[in-house]
C-alpha cells in the first residue's frame, strides 16, 4: 500500500479533444488507465484531462459504445503536462462477427444485399456542389453509374435514372419531371447536413421496399440531442444547417437551407453566353416523441419532414465553337445565337410519419406524404451555324482555320411547355417480431397521381433557304390514377449460421386495370468456419407500372394499354472481413442477371428520357461488381470499386435482332482515396476519380439507327480536395464556433473533355454529322464550413 501510494505521489497529467473522421468532437468517451478503477469521460465538447502516475509505463484504453478502440502506452515524467488528441473510427463501418441474438447484427444479415455508407465520409467526397447523390456515385456503391459531374441522376445496373426508388425515413421522394440538361438541375432532395445512415441497394431487395427496376436508396435522418448549427460557403454555393433538442429531448429538429451557384463553372461550357442559374431549397425534420411523462423508451413517435425547392434557370446564348473529328479529318461546327431559354421548377414534398409501439414485439407505423410540383420551360432560340473542315496543315498560312465550308443554316427552337403534378399517399407498415429468430413485416399503399401537361413545342433547320425536318409536338394530357399496393414478408434465422427472407409485393393500378404480383426471397450463409465471411443471395420479380414519362410518345401522345415492365433479379454475392497491416478492410462482390420483359425502349438525350411508349421489346443484363474498402492509411476510409455489365435489347419489328442499351456501359471503375499528415490528421486531401467506358448513341427518333455507333468517347473525371481544419476550445458553459474547415478543390482535375450528347447537323449533301456536347472543363473551387 505504501509503495502503490509514493507512485501516486508522482503524477503527471494527459489532456485533449477527441474526434471522428471529420474532427467533430466526441462526447461520452471514455478513457481509462488500465487495471485501476482510475478514469473519466469527454465532455460534450470532446474534451478530457485525467491525472496519471508519473515515472511508470502505464496502458491508456479509450472506448465508446459507437467507435473502435484504442488504446496507448505512455510514461510521462512527473507534473509532465502530455497533449493526447486522438480520432475514432466508427465501428458500424465493418461487419463483426455475428451473433444470435444481437438485434444489430441480426438486420445486418438480413439486409446483406444492401451497402451501408458512412455519411461522414460521402461528405469528404469532392463533388461540384456538395450534392448527395454524385457521392453516392462516387462510393463504390455497386452497379452505380454516373456521367454527368452537373447532375444528380444516376443508373444502376443497365437501367435508367427513372428506375430509382428513394426514401427519406421511409417517405418515397421523387425528381422534377422536365429536366432536360444536367446544368438545369438543381440538387438533389437528400440534404447531406441531415443525414445519419445511409443504405443502398442495387437489386435484389425486399419486398418492404416499392416497386421499380433498378435500385433502392433509404436515408435516415438524424434525431440530434444538442444544438449546434454549421455554414457552408463556397464558389459554387453555400448552406446552412441549424440541429437542436428541447430541454426534455422530447421535441429534436433539424433545418437546412441551401443553395446552388452554377454559374461560374457553365462558364467553362462550349455555349458562350450570359447563364442565369439560380437553385435554392430549404428542408426541416422534427422528431416528437409522444409518449408522455415517466416512459423511458420512445413508445409513440411523429415525425415531420417538410421540403421546397425552387430552380430557376435562364441562358441567353450567344456563340458556340466546337471542334472534332481526327487530326487528319478535323471539323469545326461555329454557331451565332439569339434568343433565350427561361426554365421554372417549383416542387413541394412533405411527410408525417406516426409510430407506436404497442409492446415489445409489435409496431406500427402511419406513413402519409404529398408531392406538387410545377414545371415551365420557355424557349425561342435561333442558331445560325457554319460546318466546315479545318485546315491541319502547319505549313499552311490558314493552319487551324475553316478551309471548305461543308454546310451551314440554322435552327430553330421554340417551345411553351407547362407540366403540374400532385402525388399524394397514405401507408401503414407493421413490424412483429414473433420470437428472437423470427420476424414479420407487412403494410398497405394507396397513391394518387394528378398530373396537368400541356406540351407545345417545335424545331426546324433552315439550309440555305430550305426549310426542312419539321418536328412538332403539341398536345394536352390530364392524368388520374389511383394504386393500390401492399408487401408481406418474414425474416428467419436458423441454426445460427442461415438467414432467410422471403415474401412477395402486390400492385393495382385502376388506369390500366393492372394487378402486379412480385415474389421475392433473400438467403445469406454465416459458415461457422470462416467468421469473417457472408454468401448472400437473392431472387425476385421487380414490376414498374408504367409512370406519366413512359406513357408519353416522342409526340406528346399518351398510351393508355401501357403495362408495367417487369424484370426477373437473381444475385448471388459475399463480404469478406479482412485484417492487412493490423487494420480493418472489407471485399464485397456480387455476380448478377436481370431477365426483362415488357420494356418499354427509351433514348438518352442528356438526362432527359424519351420513351417510345410501347411495351415491344425484351432485354438482359448481366455482370459483375467488386468493391474493397479500408484503412489503406490508418483511421481513413478510402474504396476501389470495378463494374463489368452487358445490357441488350431486342425490340420487336425492328429487324435488327439484339441491339446495345443506352445503358450499355461495359466498364466502370471509380476510387475515392484520402490522407493526412502523420502528425497532423487536421490536414488532409481526397482524390476521387471515375472512368467509364463509351455508351452507344444514334440519331434521335430514328428507331433504325438506334444504339446503331460505338462511342469512342470515355468517361473519365478526377477531382482532388485539400482541406485544413481547425478546433477551438470551448469556455465551459458556454457555446461558440467549434471548429473552422477551409478547403479548396481542383475539379476535373486533367482537363479532359468528357462528351454528354450529340447534335446532329447536316450538311449540302444531306449527310448527318454527330457534334458532340461536352461537359465542363477544369475548375478551381473553394469552401470554409463553420460550425457552431
Not at 406513413?367 to 432560340?381: D, F, G, K, L
Amino acid at each position: 500500500m505504501f509503495f502503490q501510494i509514493s507512485l501516486w505521489g508522482q503524477t503527471g497529467k494527459i489532456e485533449g479533444i477527441i474526434t471522428d473522421s471529420l474532427q467533430q468532437p466526441i462526447s461520452l468517451v471514455n478513457i481509462s488507465i488500465a487495471d485501476s478503477n482510475k478514469g473519466t469521460a469527454t465532455n460534450k465538447n470532446g474534451q478530457f484531462s485525467l491525472t496519471v502516475p508519473a515515472e511508470q509505463d502505464i496502458i491508456i484504453n479509450v472506448s465508446h459504445s459507437q467507435y473502435l478502440p484504442q488504446t496507448f502506452n505512455l510514461k510521462l515524467e512527473e507534473n509532465e503536462v502530455f497533449q493526447l488528441n486522438i480520432e475514432l473510427k466508427l465501428s458500424t463501418v465493418y461487419l463483426k462477427e455475428l451473433e444470435i441474438g444481437d438485434d444489430e447484427n441480426y438486420q445486418i444479415r438480413q439486409e446483406a444485399g444492401a451497402l451501408e455508407l458512412d455519411p461522414k465520409d460521402l461528405k469528404a467526397i469532392p463533388t461540384p456542389f456538395l450534392d448527395f447523390n454524385q457521392a453516392i456515385i462516387s462510393s463504390g456503391a455497386l452497379g452505380v453509374v454516373g456521367n454527368n459531374e452537373l447532375s444528380s441522376s444516376y443508373s444502376v445496373r443497365g437501367g435508367n435514372f427513372d428506375e430509382n426508388l428513394v426514401y427519406v425515413n421511409n417517405i418515397q421522394v421523387y425528381r422534377p419531371f422536365l429536366v432536360k440538361a444536367g446544368q438545369q438541375e438543381g440538387l438533389s432532395f437528400v440534404n447531406p447536413d441531415m443525414v445519419s445512415g445511409v443504405s443502398f441497394s442495387s437489386g435484389g431487395w425486399q419486398s418492404k421496399y416499392g416497386d421499380k427496376l433498378s435500385s433502392v436508396l433509404n436515408v435516415t435522418y438524424r434525431e440530434p440531442t444538442r444544438t449546434s448549427a454549421t455554414l457552408v460557403a463556397g464558389l459554387l454555393g453555400g448552406s446552412f444547417y441549424l440541429e437542436g433538442a428541447s430541454k426534455n429531448k422530447k421535441v429534436k429538429y433539424l433545418a437546412g437551407v441551401r443553395h446552388k451557384s452554377s454559374k461560374y463553372l457553365l462558364n467553362s461550357l462550349e455555349t458562350q453566353g450570359q447563364y442565369l442559374p439560380k437553385f435554392t431549397d430549404a428542408q426541416s425534420y422534427v422528431h416528437i416523441d409522444l409518449s408522455g411523462k415517466g416512459k423511458a423508451k420512445e413508445t409513440t413517435t411523429l415525425g415531420i419532414l417538410g421540403s421546397i425547392a425552387s430552380n430557376r434557370y435562364e441562358l441567353l446564348p450567344e456563340s458556340r465553337t466546337t471542334n472534332f473529328g481526327t487530326f487528319n479529318q478535323s471539323f469545326r461546327l461555329n454557331v451565332l445565337f439569339v434568343g433565350s431559354e427561361q426554365l421554372n421548377y417549383d416542387t413541394f414534398q412533405g411527410g408525417i410519419k406516426l409510430s407506436h409501439k404497442f409492446n415489445s414485439k409489435f409496431t406500427s407505423h402511419f406513413i402519409t406524404s404529398a408531392m406538387t410540383t410545377r414545371e415551365r420551360e420557355y424557349s425561342n432560340v435561333e442558331g445560325g451555324y457554319e460546318l466546315c473542315d479545318v485546315n491541319t496543315n502547319f505549313n499552311s498560312d490558314n493552319f487551324n482555320e475553316c478551309a471548305i465550308v461543308r454546310g451551314f443554316g440554322s435552327e430553330f427552337t421554340y417551345s411553351r411547355n407547362a407540366l403540374e403534378a400532385q402525388i399524394y399517399s397514405a401507408e401503414l407498415r407493421n413490424e412483429y417480431q414473433w420470437n428472437p429468430l423470427t420476424k414479420i413485416e407487412f403494410g398497405l399503399r394507396y397513391d394518387r397521381q394528378i398530373i396537368s401537361d400541356k406540351l407545345h413545342e417545335y424545331t426546324f433547320l433552315d439550309s440555305a433557304d430550305f426549310v426542312r425536318d419539321i418536328r412538332l409536338r403539341v398536345g394536352q394530357n390530364d392524368l388520374v390514377t389511383n394504386i393500390i399496393s401492399g408487401y408481406a414478408q418474414a425474416s428467419h434465422l436458423i441454426g445460427e449460421i442461415h438467414s432467410l427472407t422471403y415474401g412477395a409485393r402486390f400492385n393495382y393500378r385502376d388506369f390500366n386495370d393492372e394487378l402486379l404480383i412480385s415474389p421475392r426471397i433473400q438467403y445469406a450463409l454465416h459458415p461457422n468456419w470462416r467468421k469473417n465471411m457472408v454468401f448472400r443471395a437473392a431472387l425476385g420479380l421487380y414490376q414498374q407500372p408504367p409512370f406519366y414519362r413512359e406513357m408519353r410518345d416522342f409526340n406528346g401522345n399518351l398510351n393508355p394499354d401501357l403495362k408495367a415492365q417487369s424484370s426477373l433479379h437473381a444475385i448471388t454475392g459475399l463480404d469478406y472481413d479482412f485484417t492487412a497491416w493490423d487494420r480493418p478492410f472489407k471485399f464485397i462482390t456480387e455476380v448478377y442477371y436481370k431477365k426483362l420483359w415488357n420494356v418499354v425502349p427509351y433514348d438518352i438525350d442528356n438526362v432527359r428520357l424519351r420513351y417510345y411508349a410501347k411495351n415491344n421489346a425484351e432485354a438482359y443484363v448481366y455482370g459483375a461488381d467488386f468493391r474493397v474498402s479500408g484503412e489503406f492509411i490508418p483511421h481513413t476510409e478510402s474504396w476501389f470499386s470495378l463494374g463489368y455489365l452487358k445490357a441488350f435489347e431486342d425490340v420487336e419489328g425492328d429487324g435488327r435482332g439484339e441491339i446495345r442499351r443506352p445503358s450499355d456501359q461495359r466498364l466502370t471503375f471509380t476510387f475515392f482515396f484520402q490522407d493526412h499528415l502523420p502528425k497532423d490528421p487536421s490536414l488532409r486531401v481526397y482524390i476521387r476519380t471515375l472512368i467509364g467506358s463509351g455508351l452507344p448513341y444514334g440519331p434521335p427518333e430514328s428507331p433504325e439507327y438506334r444504339q446503331a455507333f460505338r462511342s469512342g468517347s470515355e468517361y473519365v473525371r478526377s477531382d482532388i480536395g485539400f482541406s485544413k481544419i481547425f478546433t477551438f476550445k470551448q469556455p465551459e458553459g458556454k457555446r461558440s464556433v467549434e471548429s473552422l474547415w477551409f478547403g479548396i478543390e481542383v475539379l476535373n482535375l486533367f482537363g479532359v473533355e468528357n462528351h454528354i450528347s450529340y447534335n446532329w447537323v447536316p450538311d449540302f449533301s444531306g449527310n448527318l454529322f454527330a457534334v458532340p456536347n461536352s461537359l465542363s472543363q477544369r475548375f478551381f473551387n473553394a469552401r470554409i464550413v463553420l460550425k457552431y
